[in-house]
């Protein structure tokens, strides 16, 4: 079946440090990568996709390259600010699933 | 646009007890789903809806009740609630299937403890 393992943190940064959040997939088929946010008290909400592999996701200054070859969707952000603070999931759909596979989450702390 | 609106936000239960966690999106997303958030596992599908009057099991549903009588409602039954069942459920709707490469739209979180 479909998964996706992502590390899991926690992970704690400085203010302007470079954050990467590794996260790799098993699929059968040709899946659709995501990245998911939630933020302290809320749900979920999309970060970036990538539907193809080669595409590159990226929102907020957030970026992930799907790559087919090591099965790998991770997630950099260059600077990250203390509102990046939140926890971020990886997830993949396949075709004939009618749900999202999500990795466990990585708690990401950035301090002031 | 309220999106998707879960309620309530919290809930203590003895064991044994039942009860209905509510979900409504005012999207007309088709697909309507409810997972349960545990620590180190992600989250999970316990069922799922594409559309009224349709609904299916996902990955954890023992348990779990739910019915889609309309589009805009989704709501999640716990028959005789366990200690095991103590969790964090998410209600999440999308246009279509996430096979579609949908967005999911989740609401805020109902964060359930079972003594």
């Known amino acids: 079946g479909n998964s996706v393992t992502q590390m899991e943190g926690p992970v704690t940064l400085s203010e302007e440090a470079f954050l990467t959040i590794n996260c790799t997939y098993t699929?059968?088929?040709?899946?659709?990568l995501f990245w998911y946010v939630q933020y302290p008290g809320e749900g979920l909400q999309l970060l970036l996709k990538a539907t193809k592999a080669d595409d590159k996701g990226s929102n907020k200054g957030f970026e992930a390259t799907y790559r087919k070859e090591t099965t790998s969707f991770h997630l950099e952000k260059g600077s990250v600010q203390v509102s990046d603070s939140a926890v971020y999931f990886c997830a993949l759909s396949d075709r004939g699933d009618y749900k999202l596979s999500f990795g466990a989450g990585t708690t990401v702390t950035v301090r002031a | 646009n309220a999106g998707v609106t879960q309620t309530p936000k919290f809930q203590v239960l003895k064991t044994g007890q039942s009860m209905t966690l509510q979900c409504a999106q005012d999207m007309n997303h088709e697909y309507m789903s409810w997972y349960r958030q545990d620590p180190g596992m992600g989250l999970r599908l316990i069922h799922y809806s594409v559309g009224a009057g349709i609904t299916d099991q996902g990955e954890v549903p023992n348990g779990y009740n739910v019915s889609r009588s309309t589009t805009e409602d989704f709501p999640l039954r716990l028959l005789s609630a366990a200690p095991s069942q103590t969790s964090v459920y998410f209600c999440a709707s999308s246009y279509r299937a996430p096979e579609r490469n949908e967005k999911l739209f989740f609401g805020s979180g109902t964060q359930l403890s079972v003594l």
């Open positions: 699929a059968t088929g040709y899946p659709s």
